[in-house]
């Protein structure tokens, strides 16, 4: 194996600011003061908040060494799957910055606000391009609150009818936030079962879908990096009993430029801007959850709405069926301007070949690891793929310990015990932003780890070894949390 990345280097320990603090150092010198001073009464200013006194070396070395201790799409490779941490162009962090669209206020009125709505205007009529549906709304600030905005959708649209129903069918590879979505608007989830494929039979939905349903949940791909090959004819089934078709869009990564939902059946869609178009996903957000909807549920979307007259754009409340606002202002800007600028900087073919590279990496790693891990669905996958500890717990290792060894080697762990349709389940997004040399570190790495598991567990159970923090124990963190700082 060629060298690792994971190495012992020089990673330093940091205290609290307050145990660094030490009292009379400052990190700025203030300019002489050129109006006299006036006395303040301590009953009005009180004692003040205890900042520590530090140094401009201090301040700067405490960031610089917490940074070092951190991981992120920059760092290296993070192929957490069912999350698309893909690295983002910095480009797109450029356009995002600019001034003029950074600096812009949620309460300036629509004449001083003309680019930001014109940008807005343009992000739902690209979304619904690429999606294949109709209308968009950006409100929603991320994905579970897009799932949420889904079902709303839904259930006016139901109401419009003077027909409210009671179930949504949602399979056991959704995702998680997809039967609490369902609960918020009053809906009882029926589950069902995938078949021995990975994916929703027809026969199986046929068995649930009555004229009480008020639709189907459909992440697609699925958790299991698996498309739903019969969503056509299950989307027909559900329409032939006045259900409507919600799809989960959380993996858009794979199928970008290639399926366009609202052609196959899909009446509502959320998306993450913050997975597939060029926004770094995690450390606190923000994210985007734009949804997408067909021609019968665009009067139901969130108010207000982007709308342009005579040549100026305007937010309208003109939309009296209308859900309501279901985020202050309009959603989380910054995101916007990200996802535009990807858009416009790749175009429709790049947009595709993006894609295309995700499934294609993520079958390279499936198909070399293919063996060393248990593969649970041997077929071919799209945007990740799930392996589990089968061939590892003969020897009482199992995923958890695999993950922890794997940081050793230099990468952060992938998505582990997630689908819970697999046991043990370890699930890998590569995604296209990988190089084919990164990929083959990846899976030497996983290979190496394998083998100890077979010939040396203990170096397993004690991992990891180089890292900042040793394993913790999780099951008294769970219970007892320290929340102290």
Not at 91 to 108: D, F, M, R, V, W
Not at 293 to 301: R, T
Request: aromatic residues 8%; negative net charge; contains cysteine.
């Amino acid at each position: 194996m060629k060298e690792l990345l994971g190495t012992k280097g020089l990673l330093l320990n940091e205290p609290l600011l307050w145990e660094k603090g030490k009292k009379g150092r400052r990190g700025f010198s203030l300019p002489p003061r050129d109006v006299g001073s006036f006395p303040v009464e301590k009953e009005l200013a009180g004692e003040g908040p205890d900042f520590p006194d530090l140094s401009e070396i201090d301040v700067v070395r405490h960031y610089t060494r917490l940074s070092q201790w951190n991981f992120g799409v920059d760092t290296g490779m993070y192929p957490l799957g069912s999350c698309t941490m893909k690295y983002n162009p910095k480009t797109n962090e450029k356009q995002a910055g600019l001034p003029g669209l950074s600096g812009g206020h949620p309460l300036l009125p629509a004449s001083l606000s003309q680019g930001g709505l014109r940008l807005m205007f343009e992000l739902e009529k690209h979304l619904a391009e690429i999606t294949g549906m109709d209308a968009t709304t950006l409100q929603p600030a991320a994905g579970a609150h897009g799932d949420l905005t889904g079902m709303l959708l839904i259930h006016a649209f139901h109401k419009s009818k003077g027909a409210q129903r009671s179930k949504i069918i949602i399979p056991d590879t959704a995702h998680g936030t997809n039967p609490a979505s369902a609960v918020l608007c009053g809906y009882k989830p029926v589950p069902v079962s995938s078949n021995e494929k990975g994916i929703l039979s027809v026969e199986a939905i046929s068995q649930v879908v009555d004229e009480d349903t008020a639709g189907i949940m459909i992440t697609n791909p699925n958790t299991l990096g698996l498309f739903e090959e019969n969503i056509t004819e299950i989307a027909r089934m559900v329409h032939s009993k006045g259900g409507l078709v919600y799809c989960d869009g959380a993996n858009l990564n794979a199928v970008m430029g290639v399926v366009k939902m609202g052609e196959i059946g899909v009446d509502v869609m959320h998306l993450n801007l913050h997975k597939t178009f060029s926004t770094p996903h995690g450390g606190g957000g923000p994210g985007s959850g734009p949804v997408c909807v067909k021609n019968h549920l665009e009067p139901f979307l969130p108010a207000p709405r982007v709308v342009e007259e005579g040549g100026r754009y305007v937010l309208s409340e003109d939309y009296p069926e209308s859900v309501g606002k279901v985020l202050a202002f309009y959603g989380n800007f910054g995101v916007m301007v990200k996802a535009y600028s990807y858009i416009l900087s790749m175009g429709p073919e790049n947009l595709k070949k993006a894609s295309q590279l995700a499934v294609l990496n993520a079958n390279y790693v499936k198909e070399k690891l293919k063996g060393t891990l248990h593969l649970p669905y041997d077929r071919p996958c799209m945007h990740e793929c799930v392996f589990s500890d089968k061939y590892q717990m003969t020897n009482k290792v199992a995923t958890l310990d695999m993950a922890k060894r794997l940081m050793d080697y230099g990468f952060h762990p992938p998505t582990v015990y997630f689908p819970l349709v697999v046991h043990g389940a370890i699930m890998v997004e590569p995604t296209e932003t990988e190089s084919m040399e990164d990929l083959d570190q990846f899976i030497e790495a996983f290979k190496a780890v394998a083998k100890e598991a077979q010939e040396d567990p203990d170096l397993l159970y004690e991992a990891p070894r180089n890292c900042k923090v040793r394993r913790l124990d999780e099951t008294t963190a769970a219970r007892k949390p320290c929340l102290a700082g």
